[in-house]
């Protein structure tokens, strides 16, 4: 393979990597580009390349994603291989073989790689709704979110977040490596979510307080670490939580990454950020960015009515439509947009 093929080859391994890191669908995958590749090489470098930058990445041997993914995967790349290639790679099916043997457990692993050459790793449930709940897992309105705030950190550094719906943790763990917040509040109402939650801050190496106690209360967590931002757990349910309870989060800034997805909690969302403007009079209100795919227009409707019809300080808000965003991992259908409302004090 000539020096140009072989760096035009070599530019298709970080799009393998990071969507199969990612898990992401196989059809976000440049297929129709390894298969030109292929047809240009007589070698099997660039299919034994991506397989190291895939199932036998280090990130993934550690954490390993689903055994169903990993294995429709491998057989996707067979297939590619078959299609131009006469003789078998004896690496894939090795590989495919010990997919194959391995069962699959309820738990499996994302990894996100990020701009600083960090990453972000998850542990999910294998199943979208488990134990009664959709946060075991994590959505694109979250990824999207992270990628927004990964390249507009000045919103969130040395300032106090405060997560609602927080699931899988994804967009909190990206603006905890990458934006400098001084405190960072993650909050579900699901026990489930909430254990899986701690153990994905953990599993990232950061801190947890032993409790969700009022930043102000802690004036010694500077002094012990001022690169890292003071990191708690919160259960919060929108439909019970009281104003005083609110209050001791004193954020100034709010996220929410696809918590629209009915009427209902449309409301209950609306209601917490009423009482949460109402606990903060002496307070400059907080930023808001809620991300939400738009899955229904009467549900994005509803929002932005009943943002109207609070009429709280905290919601009036300037309802800023980007496009899709076009980070690395923006694969997805058609339709996942994001939206993002900033709260105007």
């Known amino acids: 393979m000539a020096p140009e093929e072989s760096a035009e080859a070599e530019s298709l391994l970080p799009s393998f990597e990071r969507r199969f890191l990612a898990a992401r669908t196989l059809r976000s995958f440049p297929w129709q580009s390894l298969e030109e590749k292929l047809r240009d090489s007589s070698g099997p470098e660039l299919l034994l390349n991506i397989l190291q930058k895939t199932v036998k990445h280090p990130l993934c041997v550690k954490h390993p994603p689903s ?3 990993a294995r429709c995967f491998l057989s996707e790349l ?3 291989h078959e299609a131009v290639h006469t003789e078998p790679l004896d690496e894939l099916y090795e590989a495919l073989a010990e997919v ?3 069962e699959e457990p309820t738990q499996c692993h994302r990894s996100y790689l990020l701009p600083s050459g960090d990453s972000v790793t998850l542990s999910e449930s ?3 709704i488990s134990h009664g709940t959709t946060g075991l ?3 694109d309105a979250a990824l999207y979110l992270a990628e927004w705030a990964i390249e507009n950190p000045a919103a969130f550094a040395h300032r106090t977040v405060l997560e609602l719906g927080s699931g899988a943790g994804l967009t909190g763990l990206a603006i905890c490596k990458t934006c400098c917040p001084s405190t960072y509040v993650f909050s579900d109402c699901h026990s489930c979510v909430l254990e899986q939650l701690r153990g994905n801050i953990l599993l990232n190496g950061l801190s947890l307080e032993p409790d969700t106690t009022a930043p102000e209360r802690h004036p010694g ?3 012990h670490d001022a690169e890292s931002p003071r990191v708690t757990v919160a259960q919060l349910d929108w439909d019970v939580v009281t104003a005083p309870e609110l209050a001791t989060f004193r954020p100034d800034v709010i996220i929410a990454a696809d918590v629209l997805y009915c009427p209902e909690t449309v409301v209950s969302l609306v209601r917490v950020l009423q009482r949460l ?3 903060l009079k002496d307070q400059q209100a907080p930023d808001a960015y809620i991300a939400f795919t738009v899955r229904s227009p009467e549900t994005c409707w509803l929002f932005t009515s009943e943002l109207v019809l609070s009429g709280s300080p905290l919601l009036q808000y300037g309802a800023a439509h980007p496009q899709k965003p076009h980070g690395p991992y923006s694969g997805g259908p058609p339709g996942n947009a994001a939206r993002f409302s900033g709260g105007i004090p």
Do not use: E
């Open 221 to 223: 967590h500077n002094a």
């Open 100 to 102: 194959l043997m391995a």
């Open 277 to 279: 403007s109402a606990c």
């Open 137 to 139: 897992v994590t959505w």
């Open 67 to 69: 055994v169903k993914y």
């Open 78 to 80: 067979i297939r590619k």
């Open 126 to 128: 294998t199943a979208i």
